[in-house]
Structures are given as C-alpha cells and as structure tokens.
T-cell receptor, first 114, second 112 residues
Framework: NAGVMQNPRHLVRRRGQEARLRCSPM?????VYWYRQLPEEGLKFMVY????????ESGMPKERFSAEFPKEGPSILRIQQVVRGDSAAYFC????????????FGPGTRLTVL | QKEVEQNSGPLSVPEGAIASLNCTYS??????FFWYRQYSGKSPELIMF????GDKEDGRFTAQLNKASQYVSLLIRDSQPSDSATYLC????????????FGQGTILTVHP
C-alpha cells in the first residue's frame, strides 16, 4: 500500500511565478491536509479538504494561495506570484474516514523562491 | 487559539537510557494527542497516539496523557542512536477536527 505521494519533491521558482504542488493520498483515504514548515519553525496547518470540498481553510494566507481536491486526480496547492517568504517545505497528509486526526504525511515538497 | 508547548530540549541521553519528552497544551477541548518523529530533512512520522487519560505502551515507547493537568509525555526506553531526531507533540480534535496543532519540537540526541 503506497503511502502519501507528493510531487515534485523539490521546486525552484523565481519571484512572481506560480507554484503547483501535488498530493495523492494513501489508498482508501479521503481526507487531505496541507501543512507548511518554514525554515527553523514548526509545522503550521493550512487547509483541510475532502473530495470537491474545502472543509477548513483557516490556515491559508488570504491572498495568492488556493487549494483543491477534485473528484479525479490529486490535490493541488497553488501559490500564485511567489515571494521569497514562500520558501518552505510543504507537507501533505491524509487520513482514513472517519478518523480525521490520525494523519500520515507525505515526503513533502521543498519550494525555493529565488 | 490552540497551543502546544514543548518546553524541554534539546535533550541528550546515552544509548540504553530512558528519554523523557514532555509537552503541555492550552485547549481543553482537544481530544487526541500524537507524537511524531521527524528526521532532519524528512517528513513527520507518526509513532504514537493517545486519546484517554493514562499510559499507552507500544514497544519501547510509552505515551502518557493527563487531561486534568493538560500534559502529554513520551518515554523512550532503551534509547538507540537511531532514535536521534526531532519529536513533535501534536494536539488534535476538539472543535477543529482535522486541524492538528504542532509543538515546536524537541531535538533528541542519543549518543553511543
């Protein structure tokens, strides 16, 4: 049973470009979460999604960031017009229903903004 | 606002000793607690979860929860150099299911 998959593992963007991060949950998991870990800081919740629904986006920055989990395909975290402060590790996690709190993490995408 | 505080660390113990990691939390509504291990440059790995007051043992790991004191701990017996990592205390549940709150982590070093 494959774990949570994320791609790309490393992403380099110049300021002003767009970054798209993908996450495929573990088989049988229908809940997806995105977390961000800034350098030398702890993980911070960003958003919680189920298929075609955003359940909790209280941790998402108000501008430039969006997330989706379509009926088919992976979850996407999209960052428009990236700035240097967006450089971080972005982790996706998934959980099986009905236990939303027992979350398993993917390997992460390391975003570097030049 | 939910907060999870890990006050100890960095922690250094000799191989074979017991490592004791602690954290406190502020949200009395939190229902579930987790310990994740994170090696440098890697993703968090779930090692223990606990929902009820008392102790829960899994191999060399024992998690303890005291809801009255809002206190969570992790004991690692017979510590090995491979246990050297950052340990993250995490709170979940309450009114925000799915939204985990991470402590800042405790760096554990087990020296031979």
């Amino acid at each position: 049973n494959a774990g949570v998959m994320q791609n790309p593992r490393h992403l380099v963007r110049r300021r002003g470009q767009e970054a798209r991060l993908r996450c495929s949950p573990m088989k049988g998991h229908s809940h997806v979460y995105w977390y961000r870990q800034l350098p030398e800081e702890g993980l911070k919740f960003m958003v919680y999604l189920q298929k075609e629904n955003i359940i909790d986006e209280s941790g998402m920055p108000k501008e430039r960031f969006s997330a989706e989990f379509p009926k088919e395909g992976p979850s996407i975290l999209r960052i428009q017009q990236v700035v240097r402060g967006d450089s971080a590790a972005y982790f996706c996690a998934s959980s099986p229903p009905p236990n939303q709190d027992t979350q398993y993490f993917g390997p992460g995408t390391r975003l570097t903004v030049l | 606002q939910k907060e999870v505080e890990q006050n100890s660390g960095p922690l250094s113990v000799p191989e074979g000793a017991i490592a004791s990691l602690n954290c406190t939390y502020s949200d009395r509504g939190s229902q579930s607690f987790f310990w994740y291990r994170q090696y440098s440059g890697k993703s968090p790995e779930l090692i223990m979860f606990i929902y009820s007051n008392g102790d829960k043992e899994d191999g060399r790991f024992t998690a303890q929860l005291n809801k009255a004191s809002q206190y969570v701990s992790l004991l690692i017996r017979d510590s090995q150099p491979s246990d050297s990592a950052t340990y993250l205390c995490v709170g979940g549940g309450g009114t925000s299911y799915g939204k985990l709150t991470f402590g800042q982590g405790t760096i554990l070093t087990v020296h031979p």
